[in-house]
């Protein structure tokens, strides 16, 4: 039972995740290009994205230097927090408890 209910769950949570081309319909073309160009490369939102652009007949060419740079920005952006999370931190913290007072040390 418990594995049933954690699977139903499990569905529901990532389908609200996933989104459909009819999400994008209201967007401007302009920011449906960026925010398509932008996530290529596999992100799950990419696809749907592409479906609207292709069903409102869009054409993203004129906003190809707009969406280059928005996608050089997040790219950036993304290296920096992996680059942080690669990081070794250089100082260590230990704690100890007495009683009812923890008192940490750095090093």
Known sequence: M???????????????????????????????????YERLGGNIHAEPMGVAIDRRGIDCSPYMDAMK??????????????KNLE??????????TVGNTTTCYEY
């Open 2 to 36: 418990k594995k049933s209910v954690g699977i139903l769950f499990l569905c529901f949570a990532l389908n609200g995740c996933a989104s459909s081309p009819d999400d994008y319909m209201n967007m401007t073309p302009r920011s449906l290009c960026i925010a398509w």
């Open 69 to 82: 740079a928005a996608k050089k920005s997040r790219d950036e952006f993304y290296d920096g927090l992996k």
């Open 87 to 96: 990081t070794t931190p250089t100082k260590q913290l230990r704690c100890t």
